[in-house]
């Protein structure tokens, strides 16, 4: 059995020190107008330039250092975003880039590109100048993935990561006190060490750990590891990418799902990406696609993907729905999670990674009570640590890891032996 395992570190007080500063950066000067326009609508959001392509973008980024976020096109005459954004992102370190594209093939190829390259999420843009401003998905999306960027109140030299997004669905209980109060933050990370094998039963009720204290962990599960279920939405594709780069070098054969919170089209580039990075078979799920050995399912953009027992055989299979979103989110974690926690039981290994929110914490519930495990990336690696931070406050964690540690634990974790 692998014991607990955490990382931990003090947390900064305070409330955030003021609105989120943002840059708008598009070529239309209509598109421009109307994104700001529904930034600024919002009290906790400040638009503070307005470009209109990639070299304007850094030439005023270099003479205002207050910028938090840009929001930024790709398709711009003199500079386009792709080209524009290692520039801005060595003119401003630490300034978080979301890029707004069009849902086409080629803008999801390049939005990819981009997240590979630093960006931490992408907003698809609506086809067509009015439905910028009637789509209320693109509207709640643009929104809350900037807000969930907001800046600590500490200074740079001691910033922690953002903290997460005011969730508007209906929060794990565990973290409801978190996501209702704008100053409050899951309990983040101090310094490792290897914590007690904790009670077996499930911590489904527990209250938000206060910030000052360790995060409280469970043993991990004593079956074999049958199935990885990973969820993860802002900073995934990077984090994705390099806990399957490890995973791919250790030549694992476990089946993994996997949910990302990313619009069709996107997800099968995104697909493509994991499997060469990691050398191990990625593609996106199909309806009643069998989980096998050595396969890596992700979830479709706009379906939810479930796994299930096939009648008669009782082999699992996908099962994709378009049942209604999950914390707004389709694809949505929570489904997963609890489709597995009912087909694997204790031989299920959750892993929560960087994202906005809290979906994948209930459904992590349903996983501890069946006997499973689950793990969470760490709030230093974490461009938001409002999913991990949700199920480690919950006390439903075995590990609480930065990125780089992910993957060999659970390669650790499938190579030991039941106890």
Known sequence: MI???????PV??????????????????????????????????????????????????????????IVLDIDMPVMDGLTALPLLLQARPGVRVIIASSLSQRGAEIS????????????????GVGAIMTR???RRDLLGKVRSLAPPTAPPSQAQPPRPALSPAKPCPAV???????????PALRQ??????????????????????????????????KVIAIGTSTGGPMALLEVFAHLGAARITTPILITQHMPKTFTGILADRIARRSGLACVEATNGQAV?????????GDWHMLVEEQVGTRRPVIRLTQDAPENYCRPSVDPMLRSVARVYGAGALAVILTGMGSDGCRGSEAVVAAGGSVIAQ??????????PGAVAAAGLCSAVLPIAEVAPYIVRRLASKPS
Do not use: Y
């Open 12 to 69: 900064a007080t305070g409330h955030q020190r003021g609105p989120v500063r943002v840059m708008v950066v598009d070529d239309s000067a209509v598109v421009r107008g109307l994104v700001s326009k529904i930034l600024a609508g919002d009290p906790a959001i400040e638009v503070v330039a307005i470009e209109a392509n990639g070299a304007a973008a850094i030439a005023r980024l270099k003479r205002r250092q207050d910028i938090d976020v």
């Open 176 to 186: 409801s006190a978190l996501t209702r109060s704008p100053g409050a933050r899951p």
């Open 192 to 225: 490792p060490h290897t914590a007690a094998p904790l009670s077996p039963q499930p911590l489904l009720s527990a209250e938000p750990t206060p910030a000052h204290q360790p995060v409280a962990l469970r043993a991990s599960g004593r079956s074999p590891v």
């Open 292 to 300: 096998e050995s050595g396969l890596v399912l992700l979830a479709p």
């Open 136 to 138: 209320e998905d693109f």
């Open 378 to 387: 760490d709030s230093d690696t974490s461009v938001v640590w409002g999913m």
């Open 112 to 127: 990819v590109r981009a997240l590979e390259a630093g960006a931490v999420d992408c907003v698809p843009k609506p086809s």
């Open 3 to 9: 014991e607990a395992e955490t990382r931990q570190r």
